[in-house]
């Protein structure tokens, strides 16, 4: 009896969890795979031919090929905001972890403000304006950073905490600058961490579509989430199409996660834990 | 190398690595969080600000449906944050039990947290479709009249928080487990000599010592709940009329038809609300711990 048991449970958890947390993910794939009248059904059944490629292309050729210029827009926003987020948290985590200062009261209540508070989107939209940055990558790129410095810095600084100072110390012995002490000696140490933060920061910067909304409309800025959100209305009849790119959305961050999981999970929990 | 200075009183700290980050965080966050406190005092179309003062709030809490968005806010944040932090500890009870395939349930649970909120939104709001959504299909196979998910003003709030609930427990989840396993197993091996049953294991072991985790829980989803935006615009769009919307809808809503004083004086409540919730609730959960 005391054997059977895990099993019991486990299977029982198991076939709850795939009805609640898989079908949903299996009916997005059925949906993406049928024909248009098929597909607003909107039922479960399997397609009867499956069209998995051709919605594929007609998606990616929707609207002169729009969500082409998407991926390529979310790529390169998440890829520089996420170079930028790095270094700078890491540098801002370094010196607050490691320097009594009185600027390190400022520093963590900016923190613990950029973690809670929303951002103050319209006069945000009139800086932006005002600096020529409103409807351009660059000020998207930005502003991601500026949103996300907190949750980074949080991490890096409860990681650099178990880096001993005798490293510091004996690289300044050795006769490095203090900037070489970063680069060349703490920056490598944190590997562990800078990849918890790529990951974690990406997926989010990725799926990001409130910031977009606001800070970068335009036909030539849309990012993947934008073209989902515009699937959304102006593809009420072709639910194959809508769902493809839903399909497509969700892919990125599955590779990642398959990759990642583990360091995801680091992150995640590292940078619940009490900020 | 030649050093110029004595060493002593140079640090190898340098304060300058705080520059960058702060000229960014400073220009792009702080600037307009403090200047919103101005312009939400004000007429404004971007380019001229005409001083009203608090006519924006008087405004504000005098049209009911912009008082809903505040009360929908409230209820969307406690429900959320509720359920997160109850389904979260039973999940993760269940996930650090001697359970079959508990590796695998628990990668299951997680990735909807990784998913675009806006895909899942729109699949929930197909699969809920009043008539041939899936969800109320297999409600009338079993007999049961599914109701109108998002259709029904008296529902659709609560569907998209059970959506929410979906899609970030695997977060929650993931907290308590943490905190679970930093439980030391040696009080449930002198619980079980003692003869505690499961349930006296877990209301007088997990429930008290898992509540480090349990703040994170409630502290995060209380948070998110209160500015939450997306799922709800994906999913309503803060209908059927205004009965779903929260106060970041209406800050959107309010920008797009340009009235942008009203929309910023949405923030400034918005900013109030998150200050007046959280602020005291973590110095309360702060000092319980210090006395404990």
Same mark, same amino acid.
């Given at each position: ?91 801002? !985590? ?31 939209? !009139? ?11 660059? !000020? ?84 993947? #989430? ?36 583990? #360091? ?12 | ?28 966050? /702080? ?5 919103? /406190? ?39 944040? &406690? ?10 500890? /039973? ?23 990784? &998913? ?93 010592? &898992? ?69 005291? /609730? ?11």
């Amino acid at each position: 009896m005391r054997k059977i048991r895990p099993y019991v449970t486990g299977l029982i958890a198991l076939a709850i969890a795939m009805v609640i947390f898989v079908l949903p993910f299996v009916f997005v794939l059925l949906q993406a795979a049928k024909s248009k009248p098929e597909a607003s059904r909107l039922n479960f059944g399997l397609p009867e031919k499956w069209l998995l490629w051709d919605n594929l292309v007609a998606v990616f050729k929707a609207r002169d090929y729009q969500l082409v210029l998407a991926y390529f827009n979310s790529t390169l926003i998440t890829v520089v905001s996420v170079t930028i987020l790095i270094l700078l948290s890491a540098m801002v !985590g370094y010196v607050m972890q490691r320097r009594k200062t009185g600027w390190n009261s400022v520093a963590s209540v900016a923190l613990f403000m950029g973690l809670m508070m929303p951002p103050a989107v319209v006069p945000t939209i !009139g800086l932006l304006q005002e600096l020529g940055l409103f409807k351009t990558i660059s !000020g998207m790129i930005l502003i991601q950073v500026a949103y996300n410095l907190s949750f980074s810095t949080l991490l890096f600084r409860s990681f650099i905490a178990t880096i001993p100072r005798d490293l510091d110390e004996a690289a300044r012995i050795d006769g490095a600058k203090p900037w070489q002490i970063f680069f060349r000696v703490i920056l490598p140490l944190l590997k562990p961490v800078t990849v918890t933060n790529i990951v974690v920061q990406s997926i989010a910067i990725f799926n990001d579509f409130t910031n977009p909304l606001y800070y970068l409309p335009g036909k030539e800025n849309v990012t993947v #989430q934008l073209t989902l959100y515009n699937f959304q209305s102006m593809y009420t009849s072709q639910y194959n199409l809508l769902f493809m790119n839903i399909l497509l959305v969700t892919i990125p961050p599955l590779i990642v996660f398959i990759f990642f999981n583990r #360091q995801i999970v680091a992150g995640m929990t590292a940078g619940a834990v009490k900020g | 190398m030649t050093e110029t200075r004595p060493r002593s009183h140079t640090s190898p700290y340098p304060l300058w690595f705080f520059i960058p980050a702060a000229i960014i965080y400073g220009v792009l966050f /702080l600037a307009p969080t403090v200047s919103s /406190l101005w312009f939400s005092l004000t007429r404004w179309d971007l380019s001229t600000a005409e001083f009203i003062g608090l006519e924006n709030f008087r405004q504000f809490f005098s049209e009911p449906f912009l008082v809903q968005g505040l009360v929908n806010t409230l209820i969307y944040a &406690v429900t959320t944050s509720g359920l997160k932090t109850v389904c979260g500890l /039973l999940l993760a009870v269940l996930l650090t039990g001697n359970i079959f395939a508990r590796g695998f349930l628990r990668t299951l649970v997680f990735f909807p947290v990784l &998913v675009s909120t806006i895909g899942i939104g729109i699949t929930f709001t197909v699969m809920m479709h009043p008539t041939r959504g899936i969800i109320n299909v297999a409600l009338e196979t079993l007999g049961i009249p599914g109701p109108g998910w998002l259709t029904n003003p008296a529902l659709a709030l609560f569907s998209v928080a059970l959506v929410d609930l979906w899609k970030g427990v695997g977060l929650a989840t993931l907290i308590f487990i943490a905190g679970i396993a930093a439980i030391s197993p040696d009080y449930y091996e002198a619980a079980r000599i003692d003869g505690a049953t499961r349930l006296q294991q877990f209301s007088r072991i997990t429930l008290p010592l &898992v509540r480090p985790a349990m703040i994170t829980v409630v502290t995060l989803s209380l948070i998110g709940g209160l500015r939450s935006f997306d799922l709800i615009w994906a999913m309503t769009r803060g209908g059927p009329g205004f009965s779903s919307d929260v106060i970041a809808s209406v800050i959107y809503k309010q920008y797009q038809a340009g009235f942008y004083g009203l929309s910023t004086a949405g923030n400034v409540i918005l900013f109030a609300l998150i200050a007046i919730i959280i602020l005291p /609730l973590t110095l309360w959960f702060n000092r319980r711990e210090v006395e404990e």
